[in-house]
């Protein structure tokens, strides 16, 4: 069935740092591709879509790739803040169906 | 747009005993649906509604819970004889469309601890 592995964490890094958060998925078809984000205390937020492949989602300074030939979708922010500490989410919507699937979150903390 | 609402926001109760959970969705999203999250794991598609037919259940939904969405607008979820495998968060989500899948904009959740 369709599933998605993100990296495992928690992440820590120092302000300023480059980030990358690795996606991978497993589906038929051409699914769409997510990144989520939950911040400490609220809820689940979209951060970026895909839609098809090559297609570059961005937003807030981060941005992510859909790669259909390695099944990709790493998420990458070139200079870190400590406001970006949250939980991150990657996620697919199978092809012809509603529902998504997430991979596990990854947890990042930003220190000053 | 007041976002996606969910009420309680939490629940204690003791094993055995029944609970519902209400979501409020945008108010022009056709589309709602719940998922629920355990600790440190992602969250898991439990059922989802377009409009008030509940068109996709999945297993993990046994028979002890049941979602309606009685005249297209807000939803509750219904958990009877609650045992404590059902602690979790449970997430209620809201879109608009009729195509493929859109952008769901998810609530704050409402956290359940069954003693």
């Known amino acids: 069935g369709d599933s998605v592995t993100q990296m495992e964490g928690p992440v820590t890094l120092s302000e300023e740092a480059f980030l990358t958060i690795n996606c991978t998925y497993t589906a038929t078809g051409y699914p769409s591709l997510f990144w989520y984000v939950q911040y400490p205390g609220e809820g689940l937020q979209l951060l970026l879509k895909?839609?098809?492949?090559?297609d570059k989602g961005s937003n807030k300074g981060f941005e992510a790739t859909y790669r259909k030939e390695t099944t990709s979708f790493h998420l990458e922010k070139g200079s870190v803040q400590v406001s970006d500490s949250a939980v991150y989410f990657c996620?697919?919507?199978?092809?012809?169906?509603?529902?998504?699937?997430f991979g596990q979150g990854t947890r990042l903390t930003i220190n000053p | 747009d007041t976002g996606v609402s969910q009420n309680p926001r939490h629940k204690i109760t003791k094993r055995g005993q029944n609970v519902t959970f209400r979501c409020d969705p945008i108010s022009e999203h056709n589309r709602l649906y719940w998922y629920r999250q355990t600790l440190g794991q992602g969250p898991e598609f439990l059922t989802y509604?377009?409009?008030?037919?509940?068109l996709e259940k999945s297993r993990l939904l046994s028979d002890r819970f049941s979602a309606e969405r009685p005249k297209g607008s807000f939803s509750t979820l219904e958990i009877q004889r609650t045992e404590q495998g059902d602690s979790a968060m449970y997430l209620c989500?809201?879109?608009w469309g009729t195509g493929g899948v859109e952008t769901q904009y998810f609530g704050p959740g409402t956290r359940l601890l069954v003693l």
């Open positions: 509604f377009q409009n008030e037919a509940q």
């Open positions: 895909a839609t098809k492949a090559d």
């Open positions: 989500a809201s879109s």
């Open positions: 996620a697919l919507g199978p092809q012809g169906a509603q529902k998504l699937v």
